[in-house]
């Protein structure tokens, strides 16, 4: 029995609603929980109940069965504040119990910012005793954790992640949509804040070269010099806060990371600047300072939009679930809330309605459409003993049935998980990326200080100046943005031509594919059935037949009643009636027509013959005794795809065909089209299963998929395709989705996925080409800091114009 806030109030009007001890009179501690305010008794209850509420645990006081204990200390401190999620009653609800007594928790983090972080984290938890498994989520700013609660406690973990500089809190849908609101409305802040100042200091900044050249008054000079430094400080203090931040946090756990270099050059360059100001001698080069603030935030921006997007897709698969479901309380029927749902609980699902949760049907007859998992549009008929799962439809009858678990035990709720595995699982440039500039970014460092040193003893007025050309003439912008820049423009190129790249990093292992696997219903197919064949067995002509079965199927919603849209039905029809999980009859102009299945038909008329040997979905029509037709349905393989599949075998590609049907269609399809490996019956788990053991062998697998069935192997993929028809969460995982649904653009983005791994290496030459030749030079002192940073901003550009150069290039062989 659970301790609600009616028991509370009624027990003791002016009780703790936290420990339930008696509040002392004139003492007002209350926090409003539910949207009511609970009486405190102490600030240690209420800065734990804050706690607890503020993170999205408000649920938990309607699910505890006693009162909590009174928090010994009435003010945790910054470590002892975690200690509330000690009790065992709080952390299940965010953690899972696992083997050896073992507890898996699930954990939202603040302050992820890119694969550094996820390396930071993962490899100092993965040192503390007791820790087995700790994973980070970048899409999902999630890390789960794996531990022995006997050798580490859950606060001690929240405490590490806190010093590691990140925010830990219990992982919920809702305070997870909070806080990405929260850090774009930061971000987007820090982005604006940054292009307002390279606009002011760009037009100062105008003005000072043109001074250099064409002369200007010293007190002018150094007015412009003294805005500057307002502008640009306040753009560094601020905007590029969160570069010093991370370099400074990875730094001191011993790690060197792309932004230690560009907090370097940002602090110095701003140094020097207001150096130069303050002395009124030398240079500045405050415009340098915001506008390399300015376009590494926006590209950090753009970045995290996607991920954001990919995050939000399990939000609207679960949202899809109905809010309110009827369940049998006392003989009757009861709207109750979904989550409150126990197992035994008796559901009823009327026809048309969302399954709310795995059940096992107890009463009724009906069929159910399952295309959410297998992809497939015929409905699987069901009776009592049958299981339906959550998120399929009922279309033709109510069903009652007896729940069989919560939502994280439903079918539903695995698929998710099998998705967020594989995310985790998929490998991604970004870390290989970060291995290679740990090494630069510490040659780089080495090289500035003995640069440092040595014109020190050179000529020690110089030696700012000339460590400063080395540092920002080193600065690995060229090289960060030797493969973005290429996957940028690639995808941009893609975008005009029908395909949305959603995963950048998936065109380098595009390029590498070996092996092109296809689902069937709605990839290769169009996804819906459509007449194919009428075998006529009567008096009546093919355009009577389809007009009759359109006027049957209209008081129909089963998929088949589709396949006879823009037919015109005949008119006149009357006492039409639909037998679940049989067919229609009706009565037109005295005579009873039937149309349905085999059994359904043959009932009426004994002399129905067989259907034909064709391997299609046969409909049978009669009228009173008499067999009228079979009618065939079949979905249409569609039109380029005969073409799509011999060109990838002609480049080279081994071309598979994975389907969750387990009919005669999938071989049938696979013979058709010249496809000799070929599996059927697959489940979502054995789709990937499939690829891991491909993947296992070497090979580079390409997925084209449609529904949310092939979620999960879409994103194990080391390379994705959706169609438009796709599912959302099939098109979010995937990482290219084809707009225009045109087969023939998988084969033109993997011909623009070759040449844009050309045109990374051509960058990746270009950019260690500049520094092997620049940095000497640099460190000698030949070239001065303007002329340096001059230098590696064309640097960039150049990478950035060689990779433009992919939206002009065909995709054709």
């Not at 993962?122 to 498994?133: D, F, I, K, N, Q």
């Not at 009643?561 to 009636?577: D, K, M, N, S, V």
Request: with cysteine.
């Amino acid at each position: 029995m659970s301790l609600s806030s009616d028991t509370a109030n009624s027990a003791a009007s002016r009780a703790c609603f936290h420990c339930g001890e008696p509040v002392p009179a004139g003492l007002k501690l209350d926090i409003c929980i539910d949207g009511e305010l609970r009486p405190m008794c102490c600030p240690g209850c209420r800065a734990v109940a804050s706690l607890i509420n503020s993170n999205g645990l408000g649920n938990f006081y309607q699910q505890r069965t006693a009162y909590n204990q009174r928090p010994t200390d009435p003010a945790p401190g910054s470590g002892e504040r975690y200690l509330v999620y000690d009790d065992p009653a709080l952390a299940g609800t965010f953690t899972e119990p696992g083997p050896g007594g073992e507890l898996t928790a699930r954990l939202l983090l603040r302050g992820l910012s890119c694969a550094a972080c996820t390396w930071l984290i993962e490899h100092s938890l993965g040192r503390a005793p007791g820790v087995r498994m700790a994973l980070v989520n970048l899409q999902q700013n999630r890390l789960d954790i794996r531990f022995d609660p006997a050798r580490i406690p859950l606060s001690e973990i929240f405490t590490r992640l806190d010093a590691l500089g990140y925010q830990p809190r219990p992982f919920h849908s809702s305070v997870q949509r909070k806080q990405m609101a929260d850090e774009y409305r930061q971000e987007l802040r820090r982005l604006a804040v940054a292009g307002l100042g390279m606009m002011q200091v760009g037009m100062f900044a105008v003005a000072l070269h043109a001074g250099d050249i064409q002369g200007i008054e010293i007190q002018y000079q150094g007015l412009l010099r003294w805005v500057s430094l307002l502008v640009a400080s306040f753009v560094v203090l601020f905007s590029a806060r969160p570069f010093f931040t991370t370099a400074w946090r990875h730094l001191r756990h011993g790690a060197l990371v792309m932004d230690l270099p560009v907090a370097l050059a940002i602090g110095l360059a701003w140094l020097a600047s207001a150096w130069a100001t303050f002395t009124g001698s030398g240079q500045v080069y405050f415009d340098s300072v915001v506008m390399f603030t300015f376009f590494l935030l926006l590209g950090r921006f753009l970045e995290r939009r996607v991920r954001q997007r990919h995050a939000l897709a399990w939000f609207d698969a679960e949202s899809s679930l109905p809010d309110a479901v009827s369940v049998r309380r006392g003989g009757r029927w009861a709207t109750v809330p979904r989550v409150q749902l126990q197992a035994g609980d008796s559901v009823l699902i009327r026809a048309g309605e969302t399954v709310p949760v795995d059940a096992q049907v107890t009463s009724g007859q009906s069929a159910v459409r399952e295309d959410t998992f297998n992809g497939e549009h015929l409905p699987r008929s069901v009776a009592p003993g049958d299981t339906v799962y959550a998120s399929t439809t009922n279309v033709e009858a109510a069903l009652e049935a007896r729940v069989l678990g919560s939502y994280p035990q439903c079918r539903l709720a695995a698929l998710q998980r099998s998705v967020e595995q594989a995310q985790v699982a998929k490998p991604r440039l970004a870390h290989l990326a970060d291995r290679i500039a740990s090494w630069f970014v510490g040659a780089i460092l080495l090289l500035t200080t003995a640069t440092a040193l040595a014109w020190s003893q050179i000529d020690p007025q110089q030696a700012l100046w000339v460590t400063l050309s080395v540092l920002v003439i080193s600065c690995p912008c060229a090289l960060a943005l030797a493969t973005p820049a290429a996957l940028t423009s690639a995808a941009s190129a893609l975008r005009t031509r029908g395909v949305i790249v959603r995963g950048e990093n998936a065109l380098e292992a595009l390029a590498r594919a070996t092996h092109l696997i296809f689902d069937k219903t709605g990839t290769l197919t169009e996804g819906a059935l459509a007449v194919t064949r009428v075998h006529i067995l009567g008096d009546a002509s093919r355009e009577q037949v389809l007009a009759l079965g359109a006027a049957l199927q209209q008081y129909s919603n089963h998929p088949v009643a589709r396949a006879f849209t823009g037919i015109e039905p005949e008119t006149g029809l009357e006492e039409a009636q639909y037998r679940v999980g049989a067919g229609l009859e009706g009565r037109l102009k005295g005579q009873t027509y039937r149309m349905g299945s085999e059994q359904f038909c043959r009932e009426f008329t004994k002399t129905l013959p067989s259907p034909p040997a064709q391997p299609l979905y046969w409909v049978a029509l009669c009228r009173d005794a008499e067999p009228l037709a079979w009618i065939g349905l079949d979905d249409r393989t569609r039109p380029e795809t005969p073409a799509v599949v011999d060109a990838a075998r002609a480049a080279g590609l081994q071309v598979e065909l994975l389907t969750g049907d387990s009919s005669a269609q999938g071989p049938l399809l696979a013979a058709t089209l010249g496809i000799t490996r070929v599996r059927t019956g697959l489940e979502p788990q054995q789709k990937m299963a499939h690829v891991t053991a491909l993947q296992a062998d070497g090979a580079v697998v390409v997925m084209v998929g449609d529904g949310l069935n092939d979620a999960p192997v879409l994103s194990l993929a080391d390379a994705s395709f959706a169609v438009a028809s796709a599912t959302d969460l099939a098109r979010t995982q995937a990482d290219f989705v084809l707009m225009e649904g045109d087969l023939h653009n998988i084969l033109g983005a993997w011909r623009t996925a070759r040449l844009c791994r050309n045109v990374i290496m051509q960058n990746l030459a270009w950019a260690l080409l500049y520094n092997a030749c620049a940095i000497p030079l640099a460190a000698m002192g030949f070239i001065p800091p303007w002329a340096a940073a001059i230098g590696m901003s064309l640097s960039s550009l150049l990478v950035v114009a060689n990779s433009l150069r992919l939206n002009s290039r065909p995709t054709s062989p």
